[in-house]
């Protein structure tokens, strides 16, 4: 199993560009999430999905879009990218949720 | 808003002590998970220990909880520099809102050779 997958690794973007960021898990977990880590700040969570087609916000969702078509994936669109949003980005699944998560490898962005 | 809060913010230790992690946080929990954080990597997770649990071990790894403190410590026994890392500690909050995780801001732990 590869577990949970991120592309990209790393992304510079221009303030007011649009992307997605990709999550793909093959656990078959019911629960994903995303969350950023910026420095002295730990991880905060943005989006949550339950299951296919059921997503709701985390503690910082402003800026940030989500869908969750299938079980496997879950995309984090950034609507119009703001240097605020210059982070590291983990997207994670579980079983389900408040389980064990199981973490990617990060894709770290840059927002000019 | 932060959950749990690790103490301290950094240690650094020698090879072959032990290092010891501490967590508070504020609201009823259904459980308590420890993560593991290599620079520049994604979290590993390294323990879960549930609200009606005390104590847990894995290998080197000891994990208490006082619900009636709302605290946790982690220790490490016999450390090694590859446990050189960043801890982190999640709360499952035992509320409407318990399929989600808040987690600290980390415990930075360097162990020199």
């Known amino acids: 199993n590869a577990g949970v997958t991120q592309t990209p690794k790393f992304q510079v973007l221009k303030t007011g560009q649009s992307m997605t960021l990709q999550c793909a898990q093959d656990m078959n977990h019911e629960y994903m999430s995303w969350y950023r880590q910026d420095p002295g700040m730990g991880l905060r969570l943005i989006h949550y999905?339950?299951?296919?087609?059921?997503?709701d916000q985390g503690e910082v969702p402003n800026g940030y879009n989500v869908s969750r078509s299938t079980t496997e994936d879950f995309p984090l669109r950034l609507l119009s990218a703001a240097p605020s949003q210059t982070s590291v980005y983990f997207c994670?699944?579980?079983?389900?949720?408040?389980?064990?998560?199981?973490f990617g490898p990060g894709t770290r962005l840059t927002v000019l | 808003s932060q959950q749990g809060e690790e103490d301290p913010q950094a240690l650094s230790i020698q090879e072959g002590e032990n290092a010891t992690m501490n967590c508070s946080y504020k609201?009823?929990?259904?459980?308590l998970q420890w993560y593991r954080q290599n620079s520049g990597r994604g979290l590993v997770h390294l323990i879960l220990?549930?609200?009606?649990?005390r104590e847990k071990h894995s290998g080197r790894l000891r994990v208490t909880l006082d619900t009636s403190k709302k605290s946790s410590s982690l220790l490490i026994t016999a450390s090694r520099a590859a446990d050189t890392a960043s801890y982190f500690c999640?709360?499952?909050?035992?509320?409407?809102?318990?399929?989600?995780?808040?987690f600290g801001k980390g415990t930075l732990l360097t162990v020199n050779p």
């Open positions: 220990i549930r609200s009606n649990e």
């Open positions: 609201t009823s929990i259904n459980n």
């Open positions: 999640a709360t499952a909050d035992s509320g409407g809102s318990n399929y989600k995780l808040t």
């Open positions: 994670a699944s579980s079983p389900h949720g408040g389980d064990t998560q199981y």
């Open positions: 999905s339950v299951g296919a087609g059921i997503t």
